[in-house]
């Protein structure tokens, strides 16, 4: 399986095996971001099943099938930090969606009510949700060695997880 | 709105209404949750209504922390008329509570009686009750995940299971593999209304009233949790409440064994948690919200899986059946998951069985097959009769008291209940225990009140904090009201926020094993913007527990309501560390006295109209006088010193 995610940054990589499902990630991404508690308009979620969970967030692909689909330039790259930004000046929201349905991780959302897009910036470089994992769950760090083996079983599970939903 | 959300949702299902309303502005002087849910039972439920008539009303509530980032905000409260007689309350976690939150409503207020099966649809504003008569039957698992493949994944559902259905007086509504609103048969109640299910979608989001001083308190919070689990080994690493069995078993002699004949087990050995934890358990998750994460995930095999079990269902289906076989003991747990049974009721009416046909009364022609301890096949054939209510799971499903009275032939004298309900634990392993336990508003068991100190505090400890080391001394009588009544209002003002008593009443407030009224007072303050203190949170908890004490008080509940059945003071424990004891009547009356006197109650546990207006709840008294109860006018003075003698 090719690694589409393989990045020259650090990126969140989440450890499936200790996620406690308890969707503080979601809780404080929501207020960081929004301001408010809301899982619905998170940049990290936790998908349920019985007896499983997947995570999906952004896994900064090296090669970034949102920013190459976006046709009104609203998706770059965040040189710093690898992060893709959205420009919610030229975003056309759910109207559009091509880039949600782009990502081979189903780890772009739209806010259910307002319609704008959702992608995790990585709160410019610290990210508030590994700090706030009761589980140490989630590792902000360079995807080399072991870790590069955790991203790629996150990535397996979170591609599953897309094609699931679609049928 | 800041804390809550924006209304109260109205069903009627004889007339297939839905309405809304504002929440009241004197929502803030029940918090929410649990105590709203009381303020509106009370005024809702005519007197001594039939709890599966349509005038009961099934009250779902969550508090203004749910969905927020404040310790396990998950919670919500299940409160009706109980099957059993007086008040039908049950706390439950899982994700439905914040999901109904981020739909915009506080309460779920459901009244009527459908003609057909149907479920309540909430997408956001959106509300409608559907034909349920495909899901009529399923299991509660099924029901959840074709729910789920009809509209969206995003939708959490409470329902009921065939026990619900069938009316099976101890029935629960469940969310998710195990949570459970579990005691009290709320789910009897729910399947008497023909409502299989309530399916929630809510894009909405839960706001504070002060982010950045919110943030900081719940930032402390969170750091006391860490040195709880960390420091003190405050969690079970090994499989949640189950790793408590030996707390109860060994030291403490309240594990009840064989229908509560002992309090500790020698084939407790058996059931030991590192079994589970070694053979079976895949990971520990956590609820919503919550850093503690106390649920154990297990597989024993493709067929048999699942979350839990809670030491109270090992204790059910093991240690009270006299079962040892951890293997048939989740298989029991998950039958009464996916049946919808509550199976702390469940164990101890099977017990009950087993007690009867071993004493005679029940005799080879009433039963299918001889009763046993220690049955693990057998057992699971009961429950099968209990849930589908064949032969003499018929009678079984009317819970312990009413089947004792349905059997006879001095069947009676060996039922173990108070206020209908089975008693939980052996009363007899503690003077404040047993008190906690036989005052409980809706029945005998831990989830009102608990006197810690007695089992997990030294003298020493009691003497530092408390000023009166007896506190720790089990055999002692006096003064043990103190330490119940504390835990009651810690208890009512917890639920009623939405939190979990894992962090509150369970840990012992002392040695700080527990979060305090003031942090909890401070996420109360910070996330609604209402003015209060610790001591006036406690006090709100104190109004929510006089409501309760007046609903039962109505429905008929007198002194002789809060005295352990006799055999908790005629049989001695007749093995292990508390050999040879049993409580004293005359001590047990005397130390009852001063826990109404503590409350402000008359000797008969009604509670005074001075106490009433001091609470600012002056407006039960005229429903009360109405139902033809004389209230008192006592002043007590001021009894509430109790919470200026803790922390």
């Not at chain 2, 706390?91 to 914040?98: E, K, P």
């Not at chain 2, 459901?110 to 309540?120: A, C, F, H, Q, T």
Request: hydrophobic share 35%; aromatic share 8%; proline share 5%.
């Amino acid at each position: 399986m090719t690694v589409l995610g393989l990045t020259d940054w650090k990126v969140l990589i989440v450890d499936h095996e200790k996620c406690g499902a308890c969707h503080i990630c979601e809780l404080i991404c929501s207020f960081t971001k929004e301001g408010v508690f809301s899982p619905t308009i998170s940049r990290i979620r936790i998908r349920e099943s019985p007896m499983d969970e997947t995570i999906l967030v952004c896994q900064l692909c090296k090669i970034a099938k949102c920013i190459e689909t976006c046709t009104f330039g609203a998706l770059s790259r965040d040189e710093k930090t690898g992060a893709i930004v959205l420009d919610y000046e030229k975003c056309r929201g759910s109207k559009c969606g091509d880039c949600v349905s782009a990502c081979p991780y189903g780890a772009i959302f739209v806010d259910p009510r307002t319609g704008r897009v959702l992608i995790c910036d990585l709160c410019g470089g610290e990210p508030a949700c590994i700090r706030w994992c009761p589980r140490g769950a989630i590792l902000f760090d360079f995807p080399e060695g072991e870790k590069a083996a955790l991203k790629q079983k996150a990535e397996r599970k979170l591609v599953a997880y897309k094609k699931g939903v679609r049928g | 709105m800041n804390g809550w959300v924006k209304n109260i949702l109205y069903v009627d299902l004889s007339r297939g209404k839905i309405s809304k309303e504002d929440v009241p502005k004197r929502i803030s002087e029940y918090i929410g949750g649990r105590g709203m849910n009381m303020r509106l039972l009370f005024d809702l439920t005519p007197p001594r209504v039939d709890p599966f008539s349509g005038l009961n009303p099934l009250i779902f509530g969550v508090g203004p922390l749910v969905g927020t980032l404040a310790p396990a905000s998950c919670r919500f409260n299940v409160t009706t008329k109980s099957p059993f007689g007086y008040l039908g309350d049950s706390n439950c976690g899982g994700d439905w509570a914040a999901t109904l939150k981020y739909a915009g409503y506080n309460h779920v207020v459901v009244l009527g009686r459908s003609d057909k099966p149907v479920y309540l649809l909430i997408d956001d504003e959106n509300v409608e009750l559907r034909d349920a008569g495909d899901l009529w039957g399923l299991d509660t698992w099924e029901t959840q995940k074709l729910l789920c493949e009809e509209h969206g994944e995003d939708f959490r559902s409470v329902c009921i299971g065939p026990a619900g259905e069938n009316l099976v007086r101890f029935a629960c509504i469940k969310t998710g593999l195990k949570h459970a609103a579990g005691r009290t048969g709320t789910g009897a109640v729910m399947g008497s209304k023909r409502l299989k299910a309530i399916a929630v979608r809510g894009t909405g989001s839960v706001s504070v009233a002060y982010p950045e001083k919110f943030m900081e308190a719940v930032e402390r919070a969170y750091g006391m949790i860490n040195d709880l689990i960390e420091v003190r080994g405050y969690k079970s690493p090994v499989a949640g409440t189950y790793g408590y069995l030996w707390w109860l078993h060994d030291k403490n002699c309240k594990l009840g064994v064989m229908h509560h004949r002992y309090g500790s087990w020698e084939d407790a050995a058996k059931l030991d948690p590192i079994h589970y934890h070694r053979n079976y358990r895949i990971k520990i998750i956590g609820d919503f919200s919550c850093p503690v994460q106390c649920v154990p995930r297990f597989k024993v095999n493709e067929r048999l899986y699942g979350e839990g079990p809670e030491y109270e269902l090992v204790n059910s289906f093991g240690s009270m059946v006299g079962n040892p076989d951890l293997k048939s003991v989740l298989e029991a747990c998950v039958y009464a998951e996916k049946m919808g049974l509550d199976g702390d009721s469940a164990g101890r009416v099977i017990a009950y069985a087993i007690e009867l046909y071993e004493k005679g009364i029940l005799t080879s022609e009433e039963v299918p097959f001889p009763l046993r301890w220690g049955d693990g096949e057998g057992v699971l054939e009961l429950l099968r009769m209990i849930v589908y209510r064949r032969g003499i799971g018929n009678i079984l499903a009317e819970g312990e008291a009413l089947a004792s009275k349905i059997i006879g032939r001095g069947a009676e004298k060996y039922a173990l209940t108070m206020k209908g309900l089975e008693l939980h634990e052996p009363l007899k392993s503690g003077y404040g225990h047993a008190l906690a336990h036989s005052t409980s508003t809706r029945g005998p068991d831990h989830l009102r009140s608990s006197h810690h100190p007695e089992h997990s505090n030294t003298p020493e400890q009691c003497m530092r904090l408390l000023g009166d080391p007896t506190q720790a001394d089990r055999y002692v009588s006096e003064g043990k009201e103190r330490m119940v009544v504390f835990n009651e209002y810690t208890s009512a003002f917890i639920d009623s926020l939405g939190c979990c008593k894992f962090l509150s009443t369970w840990g012992s407030i002392l040695e700080g094993m527990s979060l305090t009224p003031e942090i909890w007072a401070e996420l109360y303050k910070y996330a609604t913007g209402v003015e209060i203190n610790g001591k006036a949170l406690l006090e709100a908890g104190e109004r929510v527990y006089n409501i309760e004490r007046a609903f039962i008080v109505r429905e008929g509940v007198r002194r002789q309501d809060d005295v352990p059945p006799e055999r908790e003071f005629s049989e001695p424990y007749p093995t292990g560390k508390m050999k040879g004891f049993r409580l004293d009547r005359e001590r047990y009356e005397r130390l009852l006295s001063a826990y109404y006197e503590l409350h402000g109650w008359d000797e008969n546990g009604i509670p005074t109209e001075s106490r009433l207006k001091k609470l600012g709840l002056g407006d039960l008294i005229e429903p009360l006088k109405r139902a033809g109860i004389e209230l008192k006018n006592i002043d007590f003075g001021n009894g509430r010193d109790y919470i200026t003698l803790l922390r």
